[in-house]
Structure formats: C-alpha cells, structure tokens
C-alpha cells in the first residue's frame, strides 16, 4: 500500500472541504498559521485546517489531519478536542475535524458525533447544527388552512386537486417561485407554472414527468379568482410551509400522508381515498430488509412515494447528510417507483421535489402489466418495499408476482398486503411459491389501516420456497395514539425503542412469546392464538337485548342515536323505550365457568352453509333474509324467494362479514351464503337459544374478518356450556340463567 504524507492528507483535504479565505470567513490549510495569527492571543500551537467565520454566531470549523499511516488513537483525539475548546472561546458553533485519508472522526463543540465516513465540503458540517425534523403539527395547522382556503375561498371542490395545487406551489416555491403578497391572481398562478416548467428544463425524461404534473395542474378550476385576501392568505402558508419543509430539516416523512390527514376529513363518499403507508412502518420495514445506502430501491405501487422518501432520508442520513456527493447519486440512480393513478402519480413526482429530487426514476404505469415487468428488469433492483393496493380488481397479487418474477435473483422484498391475502387465493399464491421464498410474515398492528388486518410478507426472489418453514410474528401494540383530524401519532416517543425491539427480535428470529414457525403446506398467514374464554353477563345481556329490539320492530342503530343524547345530556326518554329505565345493569359480572364442559359445535348442531341469492334475483315478500349482518337479528331484507328456506328454532352465525354474529331464527327464513346455520340435535327454545347465541359470538370474536369462520371450521370449534352431572348440557341451568335477567320480562313470547 502506498501511503500519503500528512501534506499530501491536508492538501487533499483543503479541496474536499474548500477551505478559502473569503469576504466572510479566514481559511485555510498549513502547518506555519499559528493561532496567534489567527487572532488567538496567548494560546500556543498551530491548527492544521480552519474557518473561522467573522459573524462568531456562525460555525466555526478547526481540522487535524494525519498520514494514513497515522491510526487515529487517543493522542490525536486528545488534540482536536484541545483545538475545538480554543474556538469555542469564541464561538458557539464549533466543529472539530480529525482525518488521516481513510478514518475520520468528526466533533461538535467537543463531543464526538455520528457523522459521515468520509470527508465532505464545509457546508455538509454546518447542517450538523440544524435541527434534523420537522414540525408535523405547524404542518397539520397551516394545511388547515390551506385546505378551508382553497375549499371555500378558491372553490376548488375535488380533493385532489386541492392536494396537487398545494404540492405545486410548494414544489415552485422550493425551486425559487416569486410568490409574495399583493400579487395578481394571474401572476400567482403563471409564477407557479413557469418555475414547474424550468425546474425540469435539464432532462427531457423529466419533462415528460413535468408534462403530467402540469397537466393536472392547468386542470384545476377555480370558482372564485378574485380574492386577493384568499391569494395573500395561501402564498403566506406556502411560505411558512416551505420553510418547514427545507430538505436540510426533513426526517423522511411522507409529506403528501400529513397533507392528507387534514384533506381527508373533507373527502365525500364519492371521492377514492388512498392508503399511505405510516411513515412509522415505513421506518420499520427500511430496517428489517437491511436496506442500505447502496441499494437500488423499488415500490412499484409508491403512491404519495412514502416508502422511496424514507428510503431516500435514510440512505442520504447513512451517506452523510444531503450535502454530500452520494446523496446526489442516490437521488439521481437508486430510487424508483411505478404509479397507475394518474393524480397520485403527480403527487408523487411534486412529494420528491419538494425535497429537491428532480430525477428519482418514477413511471406512470400498471405494475401488473407485461411493460412494467421490463421496465423493472431494466434498473437492476436491489430491494423492494410496497404497500400494493388491497382490493383484487387492482390485481394485489399479480403485482407481487409481476415484481418478483422481474427483480433479480436473491433479492429481498417486502409487501404490506391483508392477512390472509395468500390463503384467500392459494392457486395464485403457490405459483409465486414454485419460484420464490416466503421467509417472513410480520403482523401489523390491527389499528394500521383502517377495516383491515395486514402483514409485512418479505419474500426473497427466484428461489423456490419448497417446504421450508416460515417465521412470523406479530407487532400487537406500536405505542401510537389518534389524535383527532390528524391520524395515529407517536405522541408518547415510545416507536423509536418498540422498533429497536422488534427488529432485533425479527433479525434473531427468537426472543418473543408471539413467534410462531409456519408450515407452508397448512396456511400462508399468521395465525392468531384463541382468546381465553372469559365471558361475563354483559354478553348475555347484548344477545337478550339485540332480540328485545328485534321482536319490538325497533332499529339498533336508530335506538342508539335516539336513546344516548337522553341518557347522556337529561332529554326525556321516549315512552317505547321506557322499558330500560326499569332495572337497567349497570354492574358487568363475570361468570363462574369452572365446572362447564367443552362440546364441539357439531355434536350440539347439524351445522349447514346459505344459499347465494343475489340482489338482482330477489323478489319482494315477506320472508326474512338473513345476511352477515350485526343488527336487526341479522334481517337484511324481506323476499318472496321460497325454495330455500331454512326451519324456524334454529340459529344462525356470520362467517364472513360480521364474523361470528349468532342470532336466533323464531320464523322461518333465507340464510345468506355469508351465514352458515345451526340446526339443533335437543330441544331448544329462545331462552336455551338466547344463552348459546351468546357464547357462540362470544367465540367468534377469535375469527377476524379476513379470516372468516367457515363451515369446516366452525364444525371443529368447541365451546363451554353449562353441565349436568353426567355431563350433558344443563339446558334447564341456560333457561333459568336468561330468565333471571333484569330486563327478560321484556320478551315478546
């Protein structure tokens, strides 16, 4: 090895650093500039490399360079600390810098920091005194605003358009946009357009990225263009935000996601929502697929581009900061993205803009097509880290398979998909299996995403999985609370220890009671241990009371609107609903069931699945239907259909839908193919029936919604009843259980 002298190390280090004296700053490199010279009375000795800015609120910068054949020890720490404590007696920003060519430590006021790993140019050690995150509740306030303004003032009605002209502005403003109060409605939106169209002038592949970006733009209509209060209103938002927004502040989250916390509350049924991915889970999933700054990232579903701007904070964090050369290379060659929605598509190319990533390889296409596999082929990925939508019309699993099939071999991916995504289509699922390896499945939080549980499945590429066991786990409790009209937030600081955790664990593969091994030939999900039978007279008395509202024709959900305001706030009670005021529980007792004995489902029933029976074949009438519902005994409508009729004394259970919902059936009805029914092998009445259709949904809360409580299953389930001495159930102990209730007088026989 050829080694460098310490002039060659300071000469080298004089132009990385640009150490020059200038109008507003002495600096430079040498061994002959003493500290006297430099304007440091009475102290001895001479830095190797310094500058020393004239406004002393500024940082200040002293450096000690080595040969490399120098090790970087104790002595040499011991010197550049001595030198930093020098400039601190006149400075309060001080930062210490010691390099042999290959090591480096780097000293803020003295103490030592998590810095790049090699050298960078001055400005990349002044951004180690700025504040490295930004202020996500000045963001929510001032998007409050925006969004009222542009609703209400501006008459922007669509929500994504609101969206796309907020990002716009913001994008202009961060490249350089004259937008200041006063200005004409016309100026305000020519200076938004031109500053879009030069920040792309550079490369035409981009332009063609501009060329949608203000497509949607020009698209956006306004009712209302003469407000100049509204005009100066949103251009001081925009500023302030902007600010908040600067790169140099930016911890990787997803602006578009905080944007649309506030948006959302204004979304009407008819406009599609869209699922961002927690910036939190975003973090998660960074780390537990070992992504690193030198990786080639894909999301070949990025919506807002969450899961390429954390990539891109992390990687430049890893790099050194956004002041260094690789930060450049990773915005420019290692982050992709593929989006259909042509709208979302801009939000995404406008959300890596605004922090200053004009070159980020994002395609507006289907990423379940035969195109978008080339294109992936094309770009040599490294990782994959997506959130493809759920629903099956968008293909969920044919973009994964699409994504695997074109990544190169050995590559690690990562889907955030519904639990029993892969269970729910096993032909589809094992074709992926025959050439990929599911090595880990992490379930999510069930709060993640609204109606719907979801796990982490990280598959490895082109290698088939065969009978290899799978490690899964789950996450119950991710320490966040909602706060309203502004999402599930991390308010106690309690995530950042919660993910250490769990990536050790996920890493390890051992440590945790949650932990299970899975066999790929039984399911391809995690499966959740049953909750312990603990049942209590409140369960009871929700099935007595559901049936008490049924017989009397009143609606559940209308009861409540109606009952609570007069409960709550003194109103008078209604006299049909007098009834509750008499002997009303308050006191929510357990139940002793020690000495209660299991019997499976099937010993007690002849259990039987609905018939399908569509909308469009119903005929009016006055039969029951009986659907996968919570309420009104399960009753969705009255049809004249007959030729599937199901005995009256029978009970009913969702297994789909509202999973686990018994009801008793005192007429006969239609069950739904969303409900199986139970036909008794005793004799049952609606007391028996009232208590059992109790501890049956009390048991159903174990099967969640995506994974059903299907006939084969439900006919294995075991429950506890009630026993006599032989060991028969106590039918006689079930009726005078119900009878002894407060309000089952109430009972319409």
Known sequence: MDYLSEDQIRDRARDILGFQDSETALSGVGQLTSWKKLGFKNVQGAPDGWYLPKVETFPAIVAEFKSNATPLRKAQVDEIVKNCNILLSRYTKVIGILWNGEDIRVFKNGVLVDASNTLQPKEYYFGLFEKNQIDKQRIFNLTK??????????????????????????????????????????????????????????????????????????????????????????????????????????????????????????????????????????????????????????????????????????????????????????????????????????????????????????????????????????????????????????????????????????????????????????????????????????????????????????????????????????????????????????????????????????????????????????????????????????????????????????????????????????????????????NFPLENKKVDFSNWHEYKLEDLFVLSKGKRLTKTDMIDGNINYIGASAFNNGVTALIGNDNEINEANTITVSYNGSVGQSFFQPEPYWASDDVNFLTPKFKINLYIALFLTSIIRHVGQNYAFMDKWVLESMKSTTILSPAEKLGKPDWEFMEKFIKLLPNSNYINL
Not at 182 to 206: C, H, P, V, W
Not at 391 to 405: P, S
Not at 479 to 489: E, F, P, S
């Open 145 to 582: 605003r925006i969004n009222n303004s542009l609703h209400f003032k501006f008459g922007i009605k669509n929500l994504y358009h609101r969206m796309i002209f907020t990002a716009c502005a913001l994008v202009a403003k961060r490249y350089g946009a004259i937008l200041v109060k006063g200005m004409s409605y016309n100026s305000f939106i020519q200076s938004i357009r031109d500053t879009l169209s030069k920040s792309y002038e550079s490369a035409i592949k981009q332009n063609q990225k501009l060329d949608i970006l203000l497509e949607t733009y020009a698209g956006i209509k306004m009712n209302i263009n003469n407000n100049q209060e509204a005009i100066d209103d949103f251009i001081d938002c925009v500023s302030i935000l902007s600010d908040n927004l600067n790169s140099d502040f930016w911890n990787g989250e997803d602006v578009m996601a905080i944007f649309f916390n506030e948006f959302n509350r204004y979304k009407k049924k008819s406009e599609s929502g869209q699922v961002f991915t927690p910036d939190h889970i975003t973090s998660l999933i960074y780390r537990i697929t070992g992504t690193s700054m030198i990786d080639k990232v894909l999301d070949a579903a990025c919506g807002s581009g969450a899961f390429l701007v954390k990539s891109m904070c992390n990687m430049i964090k890893e790099a050194g900061g956004v002041r260094t050369s690789q930060a450049t290379d990773i915005k420019s060659s290692q982050l992709f993205g593929i989006e259909w929605d042509k709208e979302i598509f801009a939000l995404a190319c406008a959300n890596m803009l605004i922090h200053k990533d004009g070159k980020t390889n994002l395609e507006q296409m289907d990423s379940s097509a035969e195109d978008a596999k080339e294109w992936i082929k094309s770009k040599g990925i490294t990782k994959v880290l997506m959130n493809p939508p759920f629903e099956n019309k968008y293909k969920c699993l044919k973009i994964v398979q699409n994504v695997l099939d074109s990544v190169p071999q050995d590559i690690v991916c990562a889907f955030i998909l519904p639990d029993n995504k892969l269970d729910k289509n096993p032909g589809l699922a094992h074709r992926i299996l025959r050439n990929h390896t599911l090595e880990k499945i992490i379930k999510l939080p069930e709060q993640i995403f609204s109606g719907v549980t979801t796990s982490i499945f990280i598959f490895r590429s082109g290698k088939p999985h065969a009978n290899k066991p799978i490690f899964a786990c789950y996450i119950e409790n991710d320490g966040l609370v909602t706060i309203k009209n502004q999402g599930r937030q991390d308010i106690r600081g309690v995530w950042q220890g919660i993910e250490d955790y769990w990536v050790d664990i996920i890493y390890k593969q051992s440590g945790n009671e949650t932990i299970q091994w899975i066999n790929p030939k039984e399911r391809l999900s995690y499966k959740l241990p049953p909750k312990p039978f603990n049942i209590s007279i409140s369960d009871f008395n929700q099935s007595l009371f559901k049936y008490i509202l049924y017989s009397r024709g009143i609606d559940e959900t209308e009861f409540k609107d109606e009952i609570l305001p007069s409960l709550l706030y003194g109103e008078p009670i209604p006299d049909i609903y007098d009834f509750l005021k008499e």
